[in-house]
Nanobody, 124 residues
Framework: QVQLVESGGGLAQPGGSLRLSCAAS????????MSWARQAPGKGLEWVSG????????TYADSVKGRFTISRDNAKNTLYLQMNSLKPEDTALYFC?????????????????WGQGTQVTVSS
């Protein structure tokens, strides 16, 4: 029933920008925290950014702080990740995930549903 569908990935040059979207359905989107996480080739899952259900707090991994911005539009049931100043090390499969409640933080086992992922490749 719960579905999370990421889009917006693709190829970008170093220093470029991409905006990822996550369309949510099957639950009351405005009641739940959301996060973005990523997995680079051969590496584990890395939490990237999170946002509370009402957008009152946003948090970021140190590796993306100052470059990425998480946001949400609860009227559209959509989560976003604006990625600026992209680096090759940002290359990964990016997932959106639904928290178990309105204030879920950066502990990934607390996220109960995941999207299929969208690929971001940063290369010159």
């Amino acid at each position: 029933q719960v579905q999370l569908v990421e889009s917006g990935g693709g190829l970008a040059q170093p220093g470029g920008s991409l905006r990822l979207s996550c369309a949510a359905s099957g639950f009351t989107f405005s009641n739940y925290a959301m996060s973005w996480a990523r997995q680079a080739p051969g590496k584990g899952l890395e939490w990237v950014s999170g946002i509370y259900s009402d957008g009152s707090e946003t948090t970021y991994a140190d590796s993306v702080k100052g470059r990425f911005t998480i946001s949400r539009d609860n009227a559209k049931n959509t989560l976003y990740l604006q990625m600026n100043s992209l680096k090759p090390e940002d290359t990964a499969l990016y997932f959106c995930a639904k928290g178990g409640g309105p204030y879920t933080r950066a502990y990934l086992p607390d996220y109960d549903y995941w999207g299929q992922g969208t690929q971001v490749t940063v290369s010159s």
